[in-house]
């Protein structure tokens, strides 16, 4: 196979040089051929070592096509040393600060380059025991699923935040309006107390002009009677004094 050296891409995982895996006219050859001829598969039939199997699985290798090629990039495996151990943290520090990861609360970019090292701490401990990086695989996996878990709740309680918040909205206009009506029957109310309070005191007024007016009348029909009955009362002593 032919290999070519391209700068390494941009994660913490250690990978090793691409290689050209096959043309796009020699894998359709090999379409175009019959299965009939029994004739063995290609060097690649050859029995992959466990651990670079165990590797593939965790971490699948890197494929594109460049110029009707197809490349392919597997991860190292090479056991990494102590100080590649330390590179690996000063790299992760050095990203982090680069590319402006907060220290606290939510950051995609925080998360991605500590999922790259949780990655690349897999690769080196499935190189000294399957075993151990199986179960690192586990770990990383469950951590995914709750991570994903907690993004969704995290979602619906947006959405049913953002629904609450336009029901509380829409219902605050509605109370609004509410008041301004209320605050509409409230002066017409008002203005009803006014007239009617006029009204009463026109009503009084005219009720006490009536009394005075048929008090006056009375205290003149009793003069007028008084009168009356003085001067009859003359009149019949004058009728009734010469008889005497």
């Not at 895996?21 to 090999?30: F, G, L, N, Y």
């Not at 309070?197 to 048929?214: I, N």
Request: contains cysteine; hydrophobic residues 35%.
């Amino acid at each position: 196979m032919a290999e070519r050296i391209i700068p390494s891409a941009n994660t913490l995982v250690k990978y090793d040089n691409p290689t050209l895996v096959t043309k796009h006219e020699d894998r359709k050859k090999e379409r175009d051929e019959s299965p009939s001829k029994g004739k063995p598969a290609a060097a690649g039939a050859e029995l992959k070592r466990e651990t670079e199997e165990i590797l593939n699985t965790i971490l699948p290798p890197l494929e594109w096509e460049e110029e009707s090629q197809l490349w392919r990039q597997q991860v190292s495996t090479n056991p990494a040393t102590r100080l590649e151990v330390v590179n690996l943290q000063e790299q992760l520090d050095m990203r982090l600060q680069q590319r402006q990861a907060r220290e606290t609360g939510i950051c995609p970019v925080r998360r991605e380059l500590y999922t790259q090292c949780f990655d690349e701490i897999i690769r080196q401990v499935t190189i000294n025991c399957a075993e151990r990086g199986l179960l690192l695989l586990r770990v990383r996996d469950e951590m995914r699923m709750t991570i994903e878990a907690y993004q969704a709740l995290y979602c619906s309680s947006i959405a049913f935040g953002m629904r609450k918040a336009l029901q509380a909205e829409q219902g605050k206009s509605d109370l609004e309006a509410q008041v301004e009506q209320l605050k509409n029957e409230k002066l017409e109310l008002e203005h009803q107390i006014v007239e009617l309070k006029q009204r009463a005191e026109q009503a009084d007024r005219r009720a006490a002009e009536t009394r005075m007016a048929e008090e006056r009348k009375h205290t003149e029909e009793i003069a007028f009677l008084k009168k009356t009955n003085m001067q009859l009362k003359t009149q019949l002593e004058g009728i009734i004094a010469p008889k005497k």
